[in-house]
T-cell receptor
């Protein structure tokens, strides 16, 4: 089983649509959670951290359910510029080790006019 | 503010040739540094990380090596490239005393022919 699993998509949605991405992680010791955005042939960029209480940044809302080991990202009022791959990321700190990030393979979003 | 540079941006190398990729960070001191590889259509794979000068930890056995000769310089090398070394190489940094999110450089796209 992959440590971080995401639906690869693609999600093809019209402008203005609301779209939700889901992610599950396998290690209950995971400590921090993030969503990154990666444009085609570019580096990943931090979109937002995910907190247990849920958090919102403009049109983007992230939720975390530790009991179910599930993370979500909701994008409202989709824009053409939202087209990208969204990476779900968790951090792990094994005993005696350093805190490492585990990346999901990403969910591709294509927003069309 | 902090910036991270990588070069070259693209590279085409024959099988069996050597490799040297460089990453430098500006605007911070004593960062943690990371090398990742992203194969076409795949997730990010952590290759090496470093918490200080001369301190390198390897995540995956392979024909690559890393070095950190200066605080803000991280180098990825190979003596003989394999076809399977093709991919998008990304350098990232964060601060050990800060949050766990990492910030990526623009990457080097390597094609081994």
């Amino acid at each position: 089983r992959k440590e971080v699993e995401q639906d690869p998509g693609p999600f093809n949605v019209p402008e203005g649509a609301t779209v939700a991405f889901n992610c599950t992680y396998s290690n209950s010791a995971s400590q921090s959670f993030f969503w990154y955005r990666q444009d085609c042939r570019k580096e990943p960029k931090l979109l937002m951290s995910v907190y247990s209480s849920g958090n919102e940044d403009g049109r983007f809302t992230a939720q975390l359910n530790r009991a179910s080991q599930y993370i979500s990202l909701l994008i409202r009022d989709s824009k053409l510029s939202d087209s990208a791959t969204y990476l779900c990321v968790v951090s792990l700190a094994p005993p005696g080790g350093y805190n490492k990030l585990i990346f999901g393979a990403g969910t591709r979003l294509a927003v069309h006019p | 503010s902090q910036t991270i540079h990588q070069w070259p941006a693209t590279l085409v190398q024959p099988v069996g040739s050597p490799l040297s990729l460089e990453c430098t960070v500006e605007g911070t001191s004593n960062p943690n540094l990371y090398w990742y590889r992203q194969a076409a259509g795949r997730g990010l794979q952590l290759l090496f990380y470093s918490v200080g000068i001369g301190q390198i930890s390897s995540e995956v056995p392979q024909n690559l090596s890393a070095s950190r000769p200066q605080d803000r310089q991280f180098i990825l090398s190979s003596k003989k490239l394999l076809l399977s070394d093709s991919g998008f190489y990304l350098c990232a940094w964060n601060l050990g005393t800060g949050g766990y999110e990492q910030y990526f450089g623009p990457g080097t796209r390597l094609t081994v022919t």
